[in-house]
């Protein structure tokens, strides 16, 4: 599990060299405000008495994209997301609460859009980062997980400044076997099997503003 991680985080490091090598040589450059919900998740865990459903609450989320063009309508991008959750789970009598969670998402991708030179292009995008669920509420660990995500969109160029971003996407986290998900305490945690566990969505609108063409 260590080996996997270090070579994860290796893999980020590389991008956030190469986001930044990118910046100094993009042909566009766009940055883009954004709002919108996101779903809640499901993770099923081992416990002592067997197994139980951690549930994270959908909810608003806000955040933002920087967006460096490469050409042929190619974009290296950094997003940040957070969003404002509750996390309970299931219960002799129902849903029990745990604490409140901030959930925040920060993510490198690619995106490419389909009609470059057209007003209203659908774009899609892979991206890889990390996911950092943090406790705001009682004495919890906060945890870091990889994920992946896919989307896709519509981008809208109102003015040679302006624009519109609507966009969909697929967040889904990695955990390892006999990885732990920080909500014990004391020290106290709950196993999870290996795979993608937890999957949210998100739907958001945001402003595009062309700061370089």
């Given at each position: 599990?260590?080996?996997?991680?270090?070579?994860?985080?290796?893999?980020?490091?590389?991008?956030?060299?190469?986001?930044?090598?990118?910046?100094?040589?993009?042909?566009?450059?766009?940055?883009?405000?954004?709002?919108?919900?996101?779903?809640?998740?499901?993770?099923?865990?081992?416990?002592?008495?067997?197994?139980?459903?951690?549930?994270?609450?959908?909810?608003?989320?806000?955040?933002?994209?920087?967006?460096?063009?490469?050409?042929?309508?190619?974009?290296?991008?950094?997003?940040?997301?957070?969003?404002?959750?509750?996390?309970?789970?299931?219960?002799?009598?129902?849903?029990?609460?745990?604490?409140?969670?901030?959930?925040?998402?920060?993510?490198?991708?690619?995106?490419?859009?389909?009609?470059?030179?057209?007003?209203?292009?659908?774009?899609?995008m892979f991206a890889l980062g990390w996911v950092?669920?943090?406790?705001?509420?009682?004495?919890?660990?906060?945890?870091?997980?990889?994920?992946?995500?896919?989307?896709?969109?519509?981008?809208?160029?109102?003015?040679?400044?302006?624009?519109i971003r609507l966009q969909a996407r697929l967040?889904?986290?990695?955990?390892?076997?006999?990885?732990?998900?920080?909500?014990?305490?004391?020290?106290?945690?709950?196993?999870?099997?290996?795979?993608?566990?937890?999957?949210?969505?998100?739907?958001?609108?945001?402003?595009?503003?062309?700061?370089?063409?």
């Amino acid at each position: 599990m260590t080996n996997k991680c270090s070579s994860l985080y290796k893999g980020l490091l590389m991008a956030v060299l190469t986001f930044t090598g990118i910046m100094g040589n993009a042909q566009t450059i766009e940055l883009t405000p954004f709002l919108g919900y996101e779903t809640g998740a499901s993770i099923t865990i081992g416990t002592v008495d067997g197994y139980t459903d951690l549930k994270i609450a959908d909810g608003m989320n806000y955040g933002g994209a920087i967006n460096l063009g490469v050409g042929g309508g190619r974009y290296a991008e950094f997003s940040y997301n957070h969003m404002g959750s509750e996390l309970s789970r299931d219960g002799v009598s129902g849903n029990e609460y745990i604490c409140d969670l901030a959930v925040d998402y920060y993510s490198f991708g690619m995106l490419q859009e389909l009609k470059p030179e057209a007003k209203a292009t659908p774009f899609g995008m892979f991206a890889l980062g990390w996911v950092n669920y943090r406790p705001t509420t009682g004495d919890y660990v906060s945890e870091n997980k990889m994920h992946v995500s896919l989307a896709g969109g519509l981008k809208i160029r109102a003015s040679e400044r302006v624009g519109i971003r609507l966009q969909a996407r697929l967040l889904m986290p990695l955990y390892y076997s006999g990885a732990y998900f920080g909500v014990g305490t004391g020290g106290a945690g709950f196993s999870v099997g290996g795979g993608i566990h937890g999957v949210q969505g998100d739907f958001t609108g945001g402003l595009v503003l062309f700061l370089k063409k």
